[in-house]
């Protein structure tokens, strides 16, 4: 079966840096894009970056762009977003993605962002 498992979240200070990684398992990992989104406290789960199979084509919400780096390792499975400069308002249960027709989710790994 699918399985997306997330590492790498916590605290951190403003300007900060966090990197989140997601191990994928149960299907052929280069064959689709991945993304990573995130879920802010009475907010709905945006969308924070994607990267194409071959990882040539990224994306990044206005909001990280500069700052986010989304990158992949087909020969390990693995997805990883770097965050640089983080916010307070980066604060969110960030979420890794994969969407076959059907959407998969990791497990959401709290970032909290404070000084």
């Known amino acids: 079966q699918v399985q997306l498992v997330e590492s790498g979240g916590g605290l951190v200070q403003p300007g900060g840096s966090l990197r989140r990684s997601c191990a994928a398992s149960?299907?052929?990992?280069?064959?689709?894009?991945m993304s990573w989104y995130r879920q802010a406290p009475g907010k709905e789960r945006e969308l924070v970056a994607g990267?194409?199979?071959?990882?040539?084509?990224?994306n990044y919400a206005d909001s990280v762009k500069g700052r986010f780096t989304i990158s992949r390792d087909n020969a390990k499975n693995t997805v990883y977003l770097q965050m640089n400069s983080l916010k307070p308002e980066d604060t969110a249960v960030y979420y890794c993605?994969?969407?076959?027709?059907?959407?998969?989710w990791g497990q959401g790994t709290q970032v909290t962002v404070s000084s």
């Open positions: 149960g299907f052929t990992f280069r064959s689709y894009a």
């Open positions: 993605n994969v969407n076959m027709g059907v959407r998969y």
């Open positions: 990267i194409s199979r071959a990882g040539h084509n990224l």
